[in-house]
C-alpha cells in the first residue's frame, strides 16, 4: 500500500494501476478546486504542485504520486492568501474562474522562484506568457493575468488582503467555488450516454438489458426520439447509471442495437446538392435544432435546403436591378466577393453537466447552464411538474457563451436515470463530447456586393449567406445586414443547409461575425477605391450617433494615425493596421425581478439568474451599493437557484440590461421601508447614514419588476426594428412573445482598430494591439465590463485565425474533438487591448446599462483582415486565416 503526502495529510493511494492523480484528487479526496478539462495535458487546469513542481495531474498516474508532497490549490491561501491570488482579485483576473485554479498553482510556483532569484523586478510580458503557455482560458482573461503577475511579482500584494472588483473572487482563487462537475450527494450513480457511431441511421432494436445485467449498473434508459432516427455522428441513443465512470462506460458498450443504415450528407456544400439525401423529411423538421438567439421565422424547404429568409430585404428588386446594370458597365466602385468563415466551437472549459436528484416528488437539477429560472420552466413541462417542486442551482458556471441555454440532453438523460435508479446521478461530458455535439457557431459563405453611388453615398447592399448548420436551423447572418449602414436598397438572404452533422447553437452574438466578416471587408474595400480613409467612410455611411462618437475617437488614435499606406512595405515582416465597426441587439427580457431586503441588519439582493463568468453578482452589488453609499462586498447577492425570484438568461448580451432597472427600482421601494421603519437616526453629521439606518432596521424586503424603457429623447436613438419596417415589427412581437425577450431602442455597438504583423515567409498573423472602443451605456461594473470586452476580442482572435473544426467527409466524425486539435488562443496570443467606453445614449434605460458580451466580438475578425490588407496588399476572404490560405493568397498575388 502506498502513500502520499497531500496538502500536509498523509492518504492512501489506491491500488488501480490506472487511476490518475487527477481523480483521486477530486473524486477520492473532494478536493474539487483541481479541475479536470482536456484530460491531455494541453489547458493545465488540473495543474497541483508535486514536491514543489507544477505538474498536470491529468497524465500522471496516481502511482507516481507515492511517497511525494502534492499541493492543490485548497492548500496554497489556506492561511493566508498567496500575493498571486490577492493579485488574481486585485486585476479581475478571471471571469467564469474554471481555469483559475490551475493558473494559480502555476502562478505561485513562478512567482516563488522569481521572487527567490530576482526579488522585486516586475517580470517581462513574454517571461510571464512563456510561464504560463500550458494554461487555456476561454473566457480570454489573460489581459488582467498579464497584470496580475507582473504586479504579484513586483512584490504589490505582499500585504493584507485587498477588495476585489468581483465578489466571488475570493471562493474562484481558492478553489472554493463549486461548480456542477463538483456537485457530490451521497449514494451518487454516474450517467454515460451512447452515442450513434452512424451518421444517419434508424434505430430497429435497442436492447438495454446486458447494460443492465452487469455489475454496478443501476439503471439504463432508451434517449431515441419516437422516429428512432440518428442524424449525426454522437446523436444520443441510450445512457446509463452505474457507480462509477468506468462500470457506466463499460455498460454502454454492452448494449445491443440493431440499425438500418441511411445514406448521409456531410457539410454544406454536398448537402446543398440536387441529388443528396435528405436529412429531414417534412415530419421530422420540428426536430431540427436552432442556431439564434429566439425562433426563426418561416421559411420554405428545399430538400436539405431552408430559405430563402428575406424579410429584411428593402427594395430588393432595385437592389439586383442596380446591381446588374453596375456589372455590365463595369462601375469601378462595385465591391464584390465571396467570404467563408469556419465553424467556431464553444469550448466552455466546464462541460455541460448535470447532476440530477429527487426527493419524493421534488426534483433538485444541478445543471452548468445559462438560464436556471427558464431551465427550472422547461423540466416541469417536460416532466409535467408543478414549478415548485423543481428546483434547478447552478452555484458557479464555467462558461457557456451561447450552448448552454436551453434543455440539453445531458439534463434529460440525468433526470431520467435518476428516476429509473432512485438514485441521484451525474453526467458530466468529456471532452470529445463537448466539442463535437454541444452546439457551434456554424460555418457560412457569404457572397456580397456593395455598390457606392456617384456621390459617395452607399446605394446598395446585398448579402447572400449560406449557414452550414449540420441538424439545425435559424441562421440570421444577411438579415443583420438590415441594420447599420443605411442603403438606399437592401438585398438580404439566409439560407441554412443542413446535413448528418451535429446541430450548431447560438454563440456570442449569433451570425454577427460572418456578417462582419464579410461587410466590414466589403467597405474596406470600398474606401481604398473611392480613396476615403475607412473610417472616414463608415462615418459618413453609418448614422448611429453612438458610432459616430466611436469613429471620432477611432481616427484619434495613434495607432490608426501612424499606419502606413497600404500595401507599402516590402520585406518579411510587414505591419499593417486595420478598423471594423460592430454592433448587436440590446435585449432585455421581460418580467425579470429582483427582491432586495434587509436582514439581520444587512442588504441581501436576489434574483434567479446565473454568473456564467460575466459577472452577473458584482453587476448587482455594484448597483445596490452606489444607491446606498456602500461598498459592493456588504451586500450579499443571491442567484443561481430557479427557487429565488424570476430572473433572465445569460445570452444576446441581455442580463445587465434586465437587472439593473429592477434593482434601482427595489433600492427605491426598500429606502422609503428603512426610512419608515427606522427608530434610530443616523449619527448627526454621519457620512455613513445609510450604513447605519440599515444596521438598525428590522427585516424588510422590496421587490420589482423590470419595467419598461421610457421614450428615447436623444436625437437619432431610436429601435432598430423600426429601421428595419414593418418585418420589424413583426420580428420584435415574435421575439417578445415566442422568446420572451424584448428588442429595445438604441443598439450597442463598437469600433476596433487593430494592428497586425504579418510573417510572409511564414504565413503567421501576430496581432500586437488592439484598441476597441464600446458603446453600450453606463457601465455597471468597470473592472468586469473591461475584461469581458478584452475576453470577447481574444475570442474574436480565435476565430479569425485559429478555430477549425476538421470533419471526416464520408463518416461525419468530428476530427477535432480535443484541446490539442482545436485549438483556441493562449496567452501568449493575447496583445495588447485598450478598451474605451463611451458611455452615452441609453437615458432611456433605467440606470442606462445594456449589455457588453457580444459587440466586442463581432468586429475583430474583419479588422484582422483589414489589417493583413494594409499591410500586404493581400484581401483574405476565408478563416480561420491560417499559414497555407496567406502564403497561397501571396503567391497568387506574386503570380499575378
Ligand atoms: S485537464 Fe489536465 S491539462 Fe487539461
Ligand atoms: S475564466 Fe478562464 S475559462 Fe473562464
Avoid at 439586383?320 to 453596375?326: E, I, P
Wanted: hydrophobic share 40%; with cysteine.
Amino acid at each position: 500500500m502506498s502513500t502520499m503526502t497531500i496538502n500536509g495529510r498523509i492518504e492512501t493511494l489506491p491500488d488501480d494501476p490506472d487511476a490518475l492523480l487527477v481523480d483521486v484528487v477530486r473524486d477520492a479526496l473532494n478536493l474539487t478546486g483541481t479541475k479536470l478539462v482536456c484530460g491531455a495535458g494541453v489547458c493545465g487546469a488540473c495543474t497541483v504542485l508535486v514536491d514543489g513542481m507544477p505538474v498536470v495531474s491529468c497524465l500522471m498516474p496516481a502511482r507516481a504520486a507515492a511517497d511525494k508532497s502534492v499541493t492543490t490549490v485548497e492548500s496554497i491561501g489556506a492561511r493566508k492568501l498567496h500575493p498571486v491570488q490577492l493579485a488574481f482579485m486585485a486585476h479581475d483576473a478571471l471571469q467564469c474562474g474554471f481555469c483559475t485554479p490551475g493558473f494559480i498553482v502555476e502562478a505561485a510556483a513562478f512567482h516563488d522562484h522569481w521572487r527567490a532569484t530576482k526579488g522585486t523586478a516586475t517580470p517581462p510580458r513574454e517571461e510571464i506568457g512563456a510561464a504560463l503557455s500550458g494554461h487555456l482560458c476561454r473566457c480570454g482573461a489573460y489581459d488582467g493575468i498579464f497584470r496580475a503577475v507582473a504586479a504579484a511579482c513586483a512584490g504589490q500584494f505582499d500585504g493584507d488582503d485587498i477588495v476585489s472588483p468581483r465578489i466571488e473572487a475570493r471562493d474562484k482563487v481558492t478553489g472554493l467555488a463549486k461548480y456542477t462537475v463538483d456537485i457530490r450527494h451521497d449514494g451518487q450513480l454516474e450517467g454515460v450516454i451512447l452515442r450513434s457511431h452512424a451518421a444517419h441511421a434508424r434505430i430497429a432494436e435497442l436492447d438495454l438489458a446486458p447494460a443492465l445485467a452487469m455489475a454496478g449498473v443501476v439503471a439504463a434508459v432508451s434517449l431515441l426520439g419516437d422516429d428512432r432516427m440518428v442524424r449525426y455522428v454522437g446523436e444520443p441513443i441510450a445512457a446509463v447509471a452505474a457507480k462509477d465512470r468506468k462500470t457506466a462506460i463499460a455498460a454502454i458498450a454492452a448494449i445491443r442495437i440493431t440499425s438500418e443504415r441511411l445514406p448521409s450528407v456531410i457539410g454544406l456544400d454536398a448537402a446543398r446538392k440536387p441529388d443528396a439525401p435528405v436529412v429531414f423529411e417534412k415530419s421530422s423538421r420540428k426536430k431540427a435544432g436552432n442556431v439564434s438567439e429566439g425562433g426563426g421565422a418561416p421559411a420554405p424547404w428545399k430538400q436539405n435546403v431552408r430559405g430563402p429568409s428575406a424579410a429584411f430585404s428593402s427594395k430588393a428588386k432595385k437592389a439586383r436591378s442596380w446591381l446588374a446594370a453596375a456589372r455590365e458597365t463595369r462601375n469601378p466602385l462595385l465591391v464584390e466577393g465571396i467570404f467563408r468563415t469556419g465553424t467556431q466551437s464553444h469550448a466552455c472549459l466546464e462541460p455541460h453537466a448535470t447532476v440530477a436528484r429527487f426527493d419524493g416528488d421534488r426534483l433538485t437539477v444541478h445543471v452548468s447552464t445559462q438560464a436556471v429560472f427558464h431551465l427550472m420552466e422547461l423540466i416541469a413541462k417536460r416532466y409535467k411538474l408543478d414549478h415548485d417542486k423543481v428546483r434547478v442551482i447552478a452555484d458557479h458556471v464555467g462558461g457557456g457563451f451561447g450552448s448552454k441555454s436551453s434543455l440539453g440532453i445531458e439534463t434529460i438523460a440525468a433526470i431520467e436515470l435518476a428516476r429509473a435508479a432512485k438514485a441521484p446521478v451525474r453526467i458530466a461530458y468529456n471532452r470529445h463530447e463537448e466539442l463535437s455535439v454541444t452546439g457551434y457557431r456554424p460555418a457560412a459563405e457569404v457572397s456580397i456586393a456593395l455598390l457606392p453611388s456617384e456621390q459617395g453615398d452607399l446605394k446598395t447592399l446585398s448579402l447572400t449567406a449560406y449557414a452550414d448548420t449540420g441538424a439545425a436551423i435559424n441562421s440570421t447572418i444577411a438579415a443583420l445586414a438590415r441594420l447599420i449602414y443605411p442603403a438606399q436598397a437592401k438585398d438580404l438572404t439566409d439560407f441554412d443547409v443542413v446535413s448528418n452533422l451535429p446541430p450548431g447553437a447560438a454563440f456570442r452574438g449569433p451570425g454577427g461575425p460572418p456578417m462582419a466578416f464579410a461587410v466590414e471587408q466589403a467597405i474596406d474595400e470600398a474606401a481604398l477605391r473611392m480613396n476615403v480613409d475607412p473610417i472616414a467612410l463608415r462615418k459618413r455611411w453609418d448614422p448611429n450617433p453612438n458610432r459616430q462618437r466611436l469613429y471620432d475617437w477611432a481616427s484619434g488614435l495613434e495607432l490608426w494615425r501612424n499606419r502606413k499606406t497600404p500595401a507599402s512595405q516590402t520585406g518579411r515582416y510587414r505591419r499593417g493596421v486595420g478598423v471594423a465597426t460592430g454592433y448587436w441587439l440590446y435585449l432585455w427580457q421581460p418580467g425579470s425581478k429582483v427582491e432586495l431586503a434587509v436582514r439581520n441588519g444587512r442588504l441581501v439582493a436576489s434574483t434567479a439568474i446565473q454568473d456564467i463568468g460575466t459577472g452577473s453578482r458584482s453587476v448587482i452589488a455594484e448597483t445596490v451599493a452606489r444607491e446606498f453609499g456602500l461598498e459592493p462586498h456588504d451586500i450579499e447577492v443571491r442567484i443561481g437557484d430557479s427557487g429565488l425570484p424570476e430572473g433572465p438568461g445569460s445570452g444576446g448580451s441581455r442580463t445587465t440590461a434586465s437587472i439593473v432597472p429592477p434593482t434601482l427600482l427595489a433600492v427605491q421601494t426598500l429606502k422609503v421601508a428603512i426610512e419608515r421603519n427606522s427608530k434610530r437616526p443616523p449619527t448627526p453629521g454621519s457620512n455613513a447614514p445609510w450604513r447605519e439606518l440599515i444596521a438598525a432596521s428590522p427585516d424588510l424586503t422590496a421587490s420589482a419588476v423590470r419595467p419598461e424603457d421610457s421614450k428615447p429623447t436623444l436625437a437619432g436613438i431610436r429601435s432598430p426594428l423600426k429601421d428595419a419596417g414593418f418585418m420589424g415589427t413583426i420580428f420584435g412581437w415574435m421575439m417578445r412573445r415566442f422568446s420572451n425577450m424584448a428588442i429595445g431602442a438604441g443598439v450597442p455597438s463598437s469600433v476596433q482598430v487593430i494592428e497586425v504583423e504579418v510573417d510572409t515567409w511564414l504565413g503567421h498573423v501576430r496581432v500586437l494591439n488592439v484598441a476597441t472602443g464600446i458603446a453600450v451605456g453606463k457601465i455597471a461594473a468597470p473592472a468586469l465590463a473591461r475584461s469581458q470586452a478584452a475576453g470577447s476580442v481574444i475570442q474574436g482572435i480565435g476565430y479569425a485565425l485559429y478555430e477549425a473544426r476538421e470533419i471526416d467527409p464520408r463518416t461525419g466524425d468530428i476530427l477535432t474533438a480535443g484541446m490539442e486539435d482545436y485549438r483556441i488562443p493562449g496567452i501568449a496570443d493575447t496583445p495588447d487591448i485598450e478598451v474605451h467606453f463611451d458611455e452615452g445614449g441609453y437615458d432611456h434605460v433605467l440606470g442606462g446599462s445594456v449589455g457588453i458580451g457580444e459587440v466586442a466580438t463581432v468586429p475583430t475578425s474583419p479588422a484582422i483582415a483589414n489589417a493583413i490588407r494594409n499591410a500586404t496588399g493581400i484581401r483574405l476572404t476565408e478563416i480561420p486565416i491560417r499559414p497555407d490560405r496567406l502564403i497561397a493568397a501571396l503567391k497568387g498575388r506574386a503570380a499575378a
